[in-house]
C-alpha cells in the first residue's frame, strides 16, 4: 500500500511541531494552507492509503486536532511507545491537548496587536509555571517519567517557546532546562525559539502539583515494564499528570475476580457476586456520584484514553420490544428514527425513552445506574442488548454496577462473555460517532445472531459486505463550518424537536438556566419581543387602553375566590411559603395570570358610570409551575407576556373589546411575524377557567403536524364583577355589575414564528420584527482594505437608516466575510448586502435575500427605498408561502372512518358539529382518536406534554356551508357548525 499524508492548516507557523516530529520520524507529509474559518485553528491531517494494484479501492481517513494528529503519525514509534502503559499513553494525550488549549491560541491565532492584553501573557506565564511545579514534584526529566523525549515533550516545548516569545514570557529555571533540552537537540535545531531565562521568578510546590516518587510508586514503575497496569496507585495516576489533570476515582483493590480485598459494601452486590461467580476479571472502584454522562466524564476521567465509559439508554417500541442500547460515550444516540434504521427494525418505528417504571420492571435499577451488566435482572429476556462496535477495540470499559457512584471495568471479550452467560446474544452495531455527517443506515455494519423469542420485527443478522467502500466520518464539530460553531447539527426534516433547540441556541436567542423550564433571552430575541411590544402599544393605546403594573404576588385568599378560575390553575400556582428562616403566616403565590390581583383595585375604582369603561394593559411576567415538557417560548415555567383587563357597562360593549383584541393577535401573527392563524370561539371544554366566552387564534406548525394556540381573548361577563363586587351606579341611579374581558400574548408567539419559516441553516426572520432587517458586509482581500471600504460602506448604511431600515455595517477585523455571512444567516437577517472592490468600481451591492436565496445585484442610488420596498414584499411572500403550506393540511371530513387517518397526514380537520356545549362527545372524539392512533403504533411518552389524542381548537369564525340535515361526525346528532381538531402542543 502506497500511503500519503497531507496537512492542512489555517496558520502555516501552526504546522511547525508536526514538521519537527515528521522530520525526526523521516515521514514524508505535504503542507498546505486552508482558509481559516472563525477563530479557531483549523488544523487536519488526512491519509490516503493506495493499492497500486487496485486504485480505486483508495482508501481516506482524517485527523483533526493536535493529539489525534499526533497519535496518527507517532503510534507504534519510540516518540509515543516510550511510555510503556496505558495510563501514561493517557496522559501523554492529556499533555498534548492542555498545550495545544492553553498556548495554541496565543501562539498562533493572536495578533502582534491582541497579543499585548496582559491577560494572555498571563496565561502562558501559568502554563509555564505549572510545569515548574510538575518537574519540582518529580525526579523527571521529561514530562511523563520516560527516559527519552516522547511527542508530548516535543510539542510542548515548541509551543511553549513559540507563546513565551509572543508575549516576552521568561521561564524559571526548571521549565527552561527543559525546553532548551529538547530546542536545542539536533534533531530538533530552533535554538532561535529558546525564550529567556528568569533570574528572580521562583515556583512554590502546589498540593496540586505531582508528589515526588515513594518506594511503592518507583516498585509500581518497576513491575509496569514487567506487565501493563491496570490499576496504579492513585499516586502513581497523579504523578504523571499534565496540570489539573488528575484522576479523582477511589480505587477498591479486587482484580482477576478475587474477593479477598473487596470492600464490605459490594460483597453483597449482585453482579460483583455475578462476576466472580463466572471467574471473570473485574475491578470495581467507588468515585464521585454521577448522574449523567457528562458528569461521569467530568468526575472519573481515566488512566487511558484507550478506556471508555459508556452511555447506556432503554428505549421501548410498542411493536419492536425494548432495547438496552450500551455505546461509547461520544456514539451519536440522539436521533431514535435513524437507530431503529440501523437496527433494521421494519414497519412504522416509534422508539422512545423508556419510563422508569420499566426500567424498574426490566433492570431493577433506577434512573442513571444502567449498565451493560444489568442485563443480570432482565430475568424475562424482555431487552435487546445492542452493543456498540467501537466498544470492542477499547482496553477496559467501565460501567455502573446498579448504582453510580462506583464502576466495573472489564474487558470487552469478558463483558461479552459475562452477557452471554446472562443469556443475552448482543446485537453488534456500528453507531456514528456524535457529530458526524452522515447518518446512519439500515444494514451498515449491524451483526448479530438471530435472537431467540424475539419479536417479530426485531433486527437479524446481516453480513458485512467486505467490498463496501468504507465513508469517510466528517465530525460537524471540527469540520471548517463546524468551527465558527454556526452549523447545526440536527435537519428540521430529520429531529424537528433537536433542531429546534439548536436554532435558537446558536442563533444567540436564547441561553439555558440552572433552573429547569426557565430560560435566559438574550438580546436577539428580546428586541423581537420589544418590536412586538412597541407595534402591540400604538395600537391598543388607540384602542383608549392605559399601560400600568401590578404585584407579581397574590395572597391565597384572594387567588382562591372564584373557585372555577382557581381550579383552571391550582396545579401551575408556584407559592411562596418562607421567608429567610422563618415561615409565612399566609402562604403567597406567585401571579399564574391577573385577574384575582387587579380586580380587587377595579372595585375600588369603579364606583360610577363615568368611571367606565376602564381599560389597562400590563406587560409582565408570569410563573405557572406543573408541567412535563419544558420547551423553550412554547411551554415554560416562567413566560413574559401582555395582559389586558377592561371593564364595561354593558356585555356589548366587553364583546367589542375582545374582538378588537383578538383581531390584533391576527395581526400581530399575520402583519409581524408572518404566521397565519385561524380565529374562532373555543369550546366550553376549552374556554378560560372562570370566563363566559373565549376567543382565540390558532396558528399551524408544519413540521410537526401539530397546532398550537397562538392568543387568546376572554369575555368574562360578570363572573369577577360578582366575585370581586366590582359595582357602578347606572344612568338612571341603579347598581350594577360591570361587564369585563381580558386577553394575552406571550413570548411563544416568537417559537411559533421560529418553527414556521425557519430552515436547516437557521432562523429566518420577517422584515417587520427582525432587529436588523439589513447588514452590510464589505468583502476585504488584498484588493480592498477595510479603509477603502468604510466610507463606501458607511454612506450605504446612512441611506438605509434614513429610509427606516434597522441596518448594520459589520466592520469587525477578527471574521472573514464567509464567517460572516454564516452568522447572519444563522441569526436570519432578511438581507445581506455584499460589498467587494468590483462593487465599488460599479456603484452597486449585491444583495442575498435570506428567505429564498436570491442574490441581486442592485445600484446604490437610490437603494434606500428600493430596499424598504423588497422587505415589504419579503413579509408579504413570507406569511403566502406559511399560509399555502398551512391550507395543504386543512381537510374538510363528514365520517368517522377518515377523521384518525387524516390525523396521521399531520392534518388540522374540520368536522361538522353538535355544538361547543357537548364536553362528553368531545372527551369522546378525545379517547377514541388517541385509541385509534395507539393502534396504528403511534406512542406517547410520560415525558412529553404533547398528546396523539386530537382536541379541538376553535368553532373558526368563518364557517363553510352546512347543508340541512349534516350528522355530528362524534354522536350523529344534527351538526350545529364546524369546529376545526387536531393535535396540539
Request: contains cysteine.
Amino acid at each position: 500500500m502506497e500511503t500519503t499524508r497531507t496537512i492542512s492548516c489555517s496558520k502555516p507557523d501552526a504546522v511547525l511541531p508536526i514538521r519537527i516530529l515528521s522530520d525526526i520520524l523521516q515521514v514524508a507529509i505535504n503542507f498546505t494552507t486552508i482558509e481559516q474559518d472563525g477563530q479557531k485553528l483549523a488544523l487536519e491531517l488526512k491519509v490516503t492509503k493506495t493499492n497500486p494494484f487496485a486504485p480505486s479501492l483508495e482508501q481516506t481517513t482524517y485527523f483533526r486536532g493536535i493529539t489525534s494528529i499526533v497519535r496518527e503519525l507517532c503510534q507504534n514509534t519510540c516518540l509515543w511507545n516510550g511510555s510503556t502503559s496505558s495510563i501514561m499513553d493517557g496522559q501523554l494525550g492529556s499533555w498534548l491537548e492542555t498545550g495545544m488549549t492553553e498556548l495554541g491560541t496565543v501562539a498562533y491565532m493572536l495578533s502582534d496587536e491582541q497579543v499585548k492584553d496582559p491577560l494572555f501573557a498571563k496565561q502562558v506565564l501559568n502554563y509555564a509555571d505549572n510545569i515548574e511545579s510538575h518537574f519540582l514534584s518529580t525526579s523527571n526529566t521529561y514530562l511523563l517519567d520516560t527516559p527519552t523525549p516522547t511527542a508530548a515533550d516535543i510539542v510542548t516545548a515548541i509551543l511553549l517557546s513559540q507563546a513565551a516569545k509572543k508575549t516576552q514570557t521568561e521561564l524559571c529555571e526548571q521549565t527552561h532546562r527543559f525546553v532548551e533540552t529538547i530546542l536545542r537537540h539536533t534533531v530538533v535545531n530552533l535554538v532561535d525559539l529558546v525564550p529567556k531565562l528568569s533570574t528572580t521568578r521562583k515556583v512554590e510546590v502546589s498540593s496540586k502539583s505531582a508528589p515526588k516518587k515513594t518506594d511503592d510508586t518507583k516498585k509500581a514503575k518497576k513491575d509496569d515494564k514487567s506487565k501493563k497496569v491496570d490499576n496504579p496507585k492513585k499516586a502513581d495516576m497523579v504523578k504523571s499528570a499534565p496540570p489539573e489533570k488528575a484522576v479523582n476515582a477511589e480505587k477498591v483493590d479486587n482484580a482477576g475476580g478475587t474477593a479477598a480485598n473487596d470492600d464490605e459494601e459490594f460483597a453483597s452486590n449482585p453482579i460483583i457476586l455475578k462476576l466472580k461467580e463466572l471467574q471473570i476479571p473485574y475491578t470495581v472502584y467507588k468515585h464521585t456520584q454521577s448522574n449523567t454522562v457528562d458528569e461521569l466524564l467530568t468526575n472519573v476521567p481515566l488512566p487511558s484514553s484507550n478506556e471508555t465509559h459508556t452511555k447506556n439508554l432503554l428505549l421501548k417500541d410498542k411493536k419492536h420490544g425494548l432495547f438496552l442500547l450500551t455505546v461509547k460515550t461520544d456514539a451519536n444516540t440522539r436521533d431514535t428514527k435513524a437507530i431503529g434504521k440501523l437496527l433494521n427494525l421494519t414497519g412504522k418505528i416509534n422508539l422512545r425513552f423508556a419510563d422508569e417504571a420499566t426500567l424498574d420492571k426490566t433492570l431493577k435499577c433506577p434512573k442513571g445506574c444502567v449498565g451493560p451488566l444489568a442485563v443480570l435482572n432482565d430475568i424475562e429476556n424482555g431487552a435487546t442488548l445492542v452493543l456498540d462496535e467501537a466498544l470492542m477495540k477499547c482496553d477496559k470499559i467501565h460501567s455502573h454496577p446498579l448504582r453510580n457512584d462506583a464502576s466495573v471495568a472489564v474487558k470487552p471479550s469478558d463483558l461479552i462473555n459475562y452477557v452471554k452467560k446472562c443469556g443475552k446474544e448482543p446485537i453488534m452495531v456500528e453507531f456514528e460517532r456524535a457529530g458526524d455527517n452522515e447518518k446512519p443506515v439500515a444494514g451498515a455494519k449491524t451483526t448479530a445472531p438471530p435472537v431467540k423469542g424475539g419479536k417479530k420485527g426485531k433486527p437479524q443478522p446481516k453480513k458485512k459486505d467486505p467490498s463496501a467502500p468504507k465513508t469517510k466520518n466528517m465530525d460537524k464539530k471540527t469540520s471548517k463550518k463546524g468551527e465558527t460553531l454556526l452549523a447545526l447539527q440536527w435537519k428540521k426534516k430529520e429531529n424537528f424537536p433537536m433542531w429546534y433547540s439548536d436554532v435558537i441556541v446558536l442563533s444567540e436567542m436564547i441561553s439555558y438556566y440552572n433552573i429547569s423550564g426557565c430560560y435566559i433571552l438574550r438580546p436577539w430575541s428580546y428586541k423581537i419581543w420589544d418590536l412586538m411590544q412597541g407595534w402591540f402599544n400604538g395600537q391598543i393605546q388607540s384602542l383608549g387602553v392605559e399601560n400600568c403594573y401590578f404585584p407579581l404576588f397574590v395572597s391565597k385568599d384572594r387567588l382562591e375566590k372564584e373557585k372555577d378560575h382557581v381550579e383552571g390553575f391550582a396545579a401551575e400556582v408556584a407559592w411562596v411559603t418562607k421567608s429567610g428562616d422563618g415561615d409565612l403566616a399566609m402562604p403567597i403565590a406567585v401571579r399564574p395570570t391577573s385577574e384575582t390581583i387587579m380586580y380587587p383595585a377595579f372595585s375600588d375604582w369603579i364606583k360610577s358610570h363615568r368611571d367606565l369603561p376602564l381599560k389597562l394593559n400590563q406587560w409582565s411576567n408570569v410563573v405557572r409551575w406543573e408541567f412535563k415538557d419544558p420547551t423553550p417560548f412554547l411551554r415554560s415555567r416562567e413566560f413574559l407576556w401582555q395582559e389586558g383587563h377592561t371593564a364595561h357597562a354593558t356585555f356589548d360593549e366587553a364583546n367589542e373589546m375582545v374582538m378588537q383584541a383578538l383581531d390584533l393577535y391576527r395581526r400581530v401573527y399575520e402583519e409581524l411575524l408572518a404566521v397565519p392563524v385561524i380565529p374562532g370561539y373555543k369550546t366550553e371544554k376549552e374556554k378560560f377557567a372562570g370566563g363566559d366566552r373565549t376567543t382565540t387564534v390558532e396558528a399551524y406548525i408544519p413540521q410537526s403536524g401539530r397546532a398550537i394556540q397562538g392568543a387568546t381573548s376572554h369575555h368574562l361577563g360578570q363572573n369577577f364583577g360578582k366575585m370581586f363586587e366590582i359595582k357602578f351606579q347606572n344612568e338612571a341611579g341603579k347598581s350594577e355589575i360591570a361587564w369585563q374581558t381580558s386577553w394575552g400574548l406571550t413570548t411563544r408567539t416568537i417559537g411559533v414564528m421560529v418553527m414556521v419559516h425557519g430552515d436547516d441553516v437557521g432562523l429566518v426572520l420577517p422584515p417587520a420584527i427582525a432587529p436588523l432587517q439589513c447588514v452590510i458586509v464589505p468583502i476585504i482581500s488584498k484588493h480592498l482594505t477595510d479603509e477603502d471600504a468604510k466610507e463606501y460602506c458607511e454612506g450605504i448604511l446612512a441611506d438605509l437608516v434614513a429610509n427606516g431600515i434597522r441596518a448594520k455595517y459589520d466592520d469587525r477585523t477578527m471574521y472573514n466575510p464567509g464567517w460572516k455571512y454564516n452568522h447572519w444567516e444563522q441569526k436570519g437577517v432578511p438581507i445581506r448586502i455584499e460589498v467587494g472592490p468590483r462593487d465599488i468600481e460599479k456603484q452597486q451591492v449585491r444583495t442575498v435575500i435570506r428567505s429564498t436565496g436570491e442574490k441581486i445585484d442592485e445600484k446604490i442610488d437610490g437603494l434606500g427605498a428600493l430596499l424598504n420596498t423588497k422587505l415589504g414584499t419579503i413579509q408579504v411572500n413570507m406569511l403566502q408561502a406559511a399560509r399555502k403550506t398551512r391550507d395543504e393540511h386543512l381537510v374538510q371530513v363528514t365520517e368517522w372512518k377518515d377523521f384518525v387517518p387524516n390525523l396521521e397526514k399531520s392534518n388540522m380537520v374540520l368536522t361538522p358539529w353538535c355544538g361547543g356545549e357537548h364536553q362528553d362527545w368531545e372527551e369522546w372524539v378525545k379517547n377514541k382518536s388517541r385509541e385509534e392512533s395507539l393502534a396504528e403504533g403511534e406512542e406517547e411518552d410520560a415525558q412529553t406534554a404533547t398528546s396523539v389524542a386530537a382536541k379541538t381548537l376553535c368553532i373558526p369564525f368563518t364557517q363553510p356551508d352546512l347543508p340541512k340535515g349534516t350528522k355530528c361526525i362524534a354522536s350523529g346528532m344534527d351538526a350545529t357548525c364546524w369546529v376545526l381538531w387536531g393535535r396540539s402542543y
